[in-house]
């Protein structure tokens, strides 16, 4: 799928999520072997998205380089 094109960049969070999200760690939203997601609020303007978290041990170490 589209999320998935080696054609899109990668892009690395350089802040903590918490700098700009309230995540409510009790309303989870889903959750698999990779991920969690969370639903979370814009600290600013109150907006509730979702809020993806990868487990570190699954990310690869390469895909940084």
Known sequence: GPCCSKNMPLVVQQRKISDTYDVM???VLGEGSFAAVYVA??????REVAVKAIKKRCVSQTASS
């Open 25 to 27: 760690k009790d309303a």
């Open 41 to 46: 609020y814009h600290k600013e303007d109150g």
